[in-house]
């Protein structure tokens, strides 16, 4: 059998990038951390790390070893939490990583009516955008994340998915405001625009279509912040893309319209809750994820089809 301390080790090399930073963070004497991983290496046969310009990195066999580390881990938590729930105990930790789009609706009701349902599981929320919100999910750094125009990942694996197209948001005085076919990027071409940043998968999709329709777009505003780019546009200061469910209360009350672009990338987007194909889910997380479903508008339901005329434009 494998040496779980030095599995454990070579895991925390891995992610810190150095023997010595891993040293820090388990609070174990370097020497000891080398020495585990020199015998683990002996016991094996192979190579399972090497030091590169960035740090130290894990060789074929190393990651091999990692996963396999992390996914009886994660085994071993299941089984605990499954016989916890045998014993009547509702207890656990959920870690979830999500993007500030979700937040509101996170906020709303869902985040509040699970804790009172299971108030013997804690969570733990961080903010990210949905390039960190994998990488996270792949490091095993959470469990499950909430993912707005995800890539194609074969290691994650989808527990819910909606359709939520991505819209241009615009002041209901704005001058595309009563168009009534979809819209192309030419059409905002000279608007003062604030966009989301690439690491985020609103900017990333409008960047894609920018790209293929050979379209330079000129962001008076690159941010972080899905409130930063919401008050740019309701102050009249310009137009932003977002999904229409992010902006429903203020489309309701008449201080926004939601605009459809004809390019089936922005139409198709998609949410998605995603956890590790390859990851038992503890009891706790799949109550977590099973709630989420049922009571987070934007996995319930696919938006509606906003597209006002049949045809694409040439």
């Known amino acids: ?61 190393g990651e091999l070893l990692v996963r396999h580390h992390h996914n009886q881990k994660a085994t071993e938590e299941a089984v605990r939490s499954r016989l916890d729930a045998m014993r009547g105990l509702h207890t656990g930790q959920v870690r979830i990583a999500l993007g500030e789009g979700f937040i509101a609706d996170l906020i709303a009701a869902p985040l509040q009516s699970f804790l009172a349902r299971h108030p013997g599981i804690a969570l733990e929320v961080n903010m990210a955008g949905v390039s960190e919100a994998v990488q996270l999910l792949k490091d095993y750094d959470t469990d499950v994340a909430l993912l707005y125009a ?27 405001a009563a168009v009534t076919r979809p819209l192309e990027l030419a059409d905002i071409q000279h608007d003062r625009l604030v966009l989301m940043g690439n690491q985020f998968g609103m900017g ?25 780019s919401r008050q740019f546009v309701l102050s009249g200061a310009g137009v932003t893309f977002m ?3 992010t902006v429903r209360e203020d489309v309701q009350r008449g201080d926004l319209v939601v605009l459809p672009m004809r390019y089936p990338v922005l139409a198709s987007a998609r949410a998605q809750i995603a956890s590790r194909a390859d990851r038992s889910l503890t009891v706790a997380t799949q109550a977590f994820l099973d709630h989420l479903r049922r009571n987070m508008r934007f996995f319930r339901e696919d938006a509606p089809d906003r597209h006002r005329s049949p045809s694409v434009p040439a």
């Open 243 to 245: 999904p229409e469910i």
């Open 150 to 176: 995800p890539p194609k990942d074969p290691e994650l694996v989808a527990h819910a998915e909606t359709r939520h197209p991505l819209h241009l948001i615009v002041s209901p005085r704005h001058r595309l």
């Open 1 to 61: 059998m494998l040496n779980a301390r030095a599995l454990h080790y070579l895991a925390e090399v891995i992610r810190k990038g150095s023997v010595r930073r891993a040293a820090a963070a388990l609070g174990v004497d370097a020497t000891a951390i080398s020495r585990q991983i020199k015998a683990l290496e002996d016991e094996v046969g192979l190579g399972l790390c090497e030091r590169t310009p960035a740090g130290m990195r894990a060789t074929e066999a």
């Open 204 to 228: 990333q999709l409008v960047s894609m279509v920018a790209q293929e329709e050979g379209v330079e777009l000129m962001p008076v505003l690159r941010t972080n912040s899905v409130a930063v």
